[in-house]
């Protein structure tokens, strides 16, 4: 049974930082890449970040460019999200996804709630 856990979502002032976590189990974490995701209220939910099975490959979506960094750690089937100068607009339930690629599956955890606002 595949299951994603995030965490480390949270309320935060503008400029502040956070760190989200995605704990996986039921699939060979160390062979897939894995996402981010995020979705703010009334909008689609979008990509925020991908990282390469090893992890030194890594992609962002443009808003997040140099403020975002996505990590992983293989031994304990973990992904990251550590998030800057996080700003009003990162404002979105964030989700972790694993997305099985020779079924055209998409696993997506429960998501964790960012709130960045004074």
């Known amino acids: 049974q595949v299951q994603l856990v995030e965490s480390g979502g949270g309320l935060v002032q503008p400029g502040g930082s956070l760190r989200l976590s995605c704990a996986t189990s039921?699939?060979?974490?160390?062979?897939?890449?894995m996402s981010w995701y995020r979705q703010a209220p009334g909008k689609e939910r979008e990509l925020v970040a991908r990282?390469?099975?090893?992890?030194?490959?890594?992609h962002y979506a443009d808003s997040v460019k140099g403020r975002f960094t996505i990590s992983r750690d293989n031994a304990k089937s973990t992904v990251y999200l550590q998030m800057n100068s996080l700003k009003p607009e990162d404002t979105a339930v964030y989700f972790c996804?694993?997305?099985?690629?020779?079924?055209?599956?998409?696993?997506w955890g429960q998501g964790t709630q960012v709130t960045v606002s004074s």
């Open positions: 996804n694993w997305r099985w690629t020779i079924r055209g599956r998409d696993y």
């Open positions: 990282i390469s099975v090893a992890g030194d490959i890594s």
């Open positions: 039921g699939f060979s974490f160390s062979s897939n890449a």
